[in-house]
């Protein structure tokens, strides 16, 4: 939505509502107001926890948008209020496109070089660990279901968690290589089952 959105959201959350929505919009975006406070941490650190809020804000922005484009001439002038929407419509994509930009590049190339071998090498209705500081790109580039985190291994593992793959090497990869087989093992990631336990040799 950017700042220029927030001149149509604010048009819309003044616009009197119609008999027919009542105070639906009002308490929906007053109930999103509330999961924000509660799920506040989730928030900050998976912005895919603020999609919910995306369907009341569009509708809030075409509330502002229609009250611009349907502005009574007597009270406002037409040609400004239409430049006013169109600007603000251009002005909030380009500023969303500069600050979402950057979020497109992978600026690992191991998890997709990674991913594909995991894709060949796994079974497709499979659960893994991909611990990538809780970050999902690294599932992602997977094509698999499972955790973005690598704590309590194996209580995962008895959650489901059949494959283990890791691209930063420490005591936690250790600890996987003592006690779980080892499908593959290169300098940049390691794969192992976690099926199948390996005794410590």
């Not at 819309?12 to 929505?21: D, R």
């Not at 406002?76 to 497109?104: E, K, P, Q, T």
């Not at 690598?150 to 968690?161: H, N, P, R, T, W």
């Amino acid at each position: 939505m950017g700042y220029w959105g927030l001149i149509l959201f604010g048009l819309g959350l003044i616009v009197k509502p119609t008999k027919k929505e009542g105070l639906f919009f009002l308490s929906w975006l007053g109930a999103i107001l509330v999961y924000f406070i509660i799920i506040a941490g989730g928030n900050v650190q998976h912005d895919y926890y603020q999609v919910l809020a995306i369907p009341i804000i569009c509708i809030f922005l075409a509330k502002g948008g229609g009250f611009l484009l349907s502005a009574p001439k007597l009270f406002f002038n037409r040609f400004l209020c239409c430049l006013l929407f169109v600007v603000c419509c251009l002005f909030m994509l380009a500023f969303s496109w500069y600050y979402v930009r950057d979020f497109f590049n992978i600026n690992n190339p191991v998890i997709v070089e990674v991913g594909k071998v995991v894709d060949k090498l796994v079974p497709k209705d499979t659960k893994i660990i991909a611990p990538y500081g809780g970050d999902t790109a690294f599932l992602y580039q997977t094509n698999r279901r499972g955790w973005p985190i690598g704590v309590e291994i194996e209580k995962m593992a008895s959650l489901g968690a059949q494959y283990y793959v890791n691209i930063n090497f420490g005591p936690e990869t250790d600890w996987i290589e003592r006690n779980y087989c080892v499908i593959q093992k290169t300098s940049k990631w390691i794969i192992a089952d976690l099926t199948r336990k390996c005794e410590y040799k």
